[in-house]
């Protein structure tokens, strides 16, 4: 999947932006209807972590001529 999202750099962007972590160390984005949400870093935030890893890497890759 970060492979996939690392070439749509808005949307990885969109979703770091979103899912940051609350004061209890929870997920701003991935809260539930009782209030609580995933631990954080949550799998999204994750995922595109990645993505903006390999983006760089392909960035740097594309400059270096390789």
């Known amino acids: 999947m970060a492979g996939e999202l690392a070439g749509m750099p ?4 969109r ?9 209890l160390g929870r997920c701003a984005a991935c809260r539930t209807a009782g ?3 995933a631990r954080w870093p949550c799998s999204l935030h994750s995922v595109a ?3 903006q890893r390999l983006h760089a890497l392909r ?3 594309a400059v270096g001529g390789e």
């Open 35 to 37: 209030g609580s949400g």
């Open 49 to 51: 972590a990645e993505a």
């Open 15 to 23: 979703l770091l932006a979103a899912h940051v972590p609350d004061r």
């Open 59 to 61: 960035l740097g890759q």
């Open 10 to 13: 808005g949307v990885w962007r």
